[in-house]
T-cell receptor, first 111, second 113 residues
Framework: AQRVTQPEKLLSVFKGAPVELKCNYS??????LFWYVQYSRQRLQLLLR??SRESIKGFTADLNKGETSFHLKKPFAQEEDSAMYYC?????????????FGSGTRLQVQP | ETGVTQSPTHLIKTRGQQVTLRCSSQ?????VSWYQQALGQGPQFIFQ???????GRGNFPPRFSGLQFPNYSSELNVNALELDDSALYLC????????????FGPGTRLTVL
């Protein structure tokens, strides 16, 4: 069975500092990886998907199959980045496309 | 484009009761998935519906059941509620089975006393 691990429950940085939210996964096949974000009092939103290879709100994430990681990075954190971040994995399993989530990392950007 | 909506927002039930939660999928989406999010945890997959048929189930007992209607809205039913069922229940819709990007509703907070 697949698994997603986010080792940090809380990451606190100062405004302007670089950010790296870690995500490791276990799955023997070819998964699809996502980052979801939840701002205070808002719903879970899709931030990034690895197949898009895009930068959203200055965030990027690269799938490293050798290290089975999909870390989320941003060079200069902003206060508005403070939120809960979830890494998620999807596999094509008998036709369904369920997401397996990590337990989340709370990013706190201090002024 | 209308996003995913869920009702009710909050619900309080007692142990042993039954509950029905509702979800309207995003316009144009025919696949609905339900997730349970306990406090301090990531969402856990309950089951998925595609064109009114159950299309996969997570590690949840049969007292968790669901329906999808012709307009692709969905219900999650939980029988014989237990205290551990207290959680945020999230509904997510996606365009089809090929696309795994899912779009979430605001959730229903269920408290079981």
């Amino acid at each position: 069975a697949q698994r997603v691990t986010q080792p940090e429950k809380l990451l606190s940085v100062f405004k302007g500092a670089p950010v790296e939210l870690k995500c490791n996964y276990s799955y023997s096949g070819s998964p699809e990886l996502f980052w979801y974000v939840q701002y205070s009092r808002q719903r879970l939103q899709l931030l990034l998907r690895h197949i898009s290879r895009e930068s959203i709100k200055g965030f990027t994430a690269d799938l490293n199959k050798g290290e089975t990681s999909f870390h989320l990075k941003k060079p200069f954190a902003q206060e508005e980045d403070s939120a809960m971040y979830y890494c998620a994995l999807s596999v094509r399993d008998t036709g369904r496309r369920a997401l397996t989530f990590g337990s989340g990392t709370r990013l706190q950007v201090q002024p | 484009e209308t996003g995913v909506t869920q009702s009710p927002t909050h619900l309080i039930k007692t142990r042993g009761q039954q509950v029905t939660l509702r979800c309207s999928s995003q316009s144009g989406h025919n696949t609905v998935s339900w997730y349970q999010q306990a406090l301090g945890q990531g969402p856990q997959f309950i089951f998925q519906y595609y064109r009114e048929e159950e299309n996969g189930r997570g590690n949840f007992p049969p007292r968790f059941s669901g329906l999808q209607f012709p307009n692709y809205s969905s219900e999650l039913n939980v029988n014989a509620l237990e205290l551990d069922d207290s959680a945020l229940y999230l509904c997510a819709s996606s365009g089809d089975l090929v696309s795994s990007a899912q779009y979430f509703g605001p959730g229903t907070r269920l408290t079981v006393l």
